[in-house]
């Protein structure tokens, strides 16, 4: 009676293990799919980065840790995912590859660093520098590994976004005010386009 006891708990474990390790690996075994990128909380008390199969509605946590790992935003191509992290202290952008292996930090600094945003060809991430309670835009080139300034950090800018070609980037002014920029990525010079005071449009809303 023991010894079939143990074989069942044994072929349980077994099973349970090829689960994990299919779930572990499910970024590897299972042909391409729609897939959704989100963070979340479920012990209530850290914020962890998941990927979940739109089709087979199977949820893989891509971050394990005791820190907050939030604001997760998908290359391009796919291969990379650039998040927020208080792991080390302060907030800052990290980047891992689809299965959360080989996480690097991608700026060391002083301030807090949010809002993670790459760019159509995956060259290029986009992220706010905070400084003094104020953020700039920041330009992240991830083939040089070096940082140039978008606009300045004594004005607070949030959420920029591209444009579908990769030629513009727009950047919400703490003034009320939506700015356009042109960027040129072969000398990595952006110019201010245009910007609209959004307070002239009666029906603005800024929530």
Request: with cysteine.
């Amino acid at each position: 009676m023991t010894r079939i006891l143990l074989r069942l708990i044994s072929r349980m474990a077994l099973g349970c293990i090829i689960i994990v390790l299919m779930a572990i690996g499910v970024g590897y075994i299972l042909p391409p799919e729609p897939e959704i990128l989100f963070s979340a909380s479920f012990d209530l008390q850290d914020l962890n980065i998941y990927r979940m199969s739109l089709q087979r509605h199977v949820t893989v946590a891509v971050t394990h840790n005791l820190a907050s790992d939030f604001l997760p935003d998908w290359s391009p191509d796919g291969q990379h995912i650039a998040f927020v992290s208080d792991r080390n202290g302060s907030y800052a952008i990290y980047v891992t590859n689809a299965q959360g292996h080989d996480t690097t930090r991608l700026v060391e600094g002083s301030g807090n660093q949010y809002n993670p945003v790459w760019s159509p060809d995956s060259k290029t991430i986009a992220y706010i520098q905070e400084e003094g309670g104020y953020g700039g835009v920041m330009l992240y080139d991830v083939a040089a590994g070096t940082t140039h300034p978008l606009t300045d950090v004594y004005r607070t800018h949030v959420n920029p976004v591209w444009s579908p070609d990769g030629k513009q980037l727009a950047t919400w002014g703490c003034d009320h005010k939506l700015i356009l920029y042109d960027w040129r990525e072969a000398d990595g010079v952006a110019t201010e386009r245009f910007r609209v005071d959004w307070t002239n449009f009666p029906n603005a809303r800024t929530g």
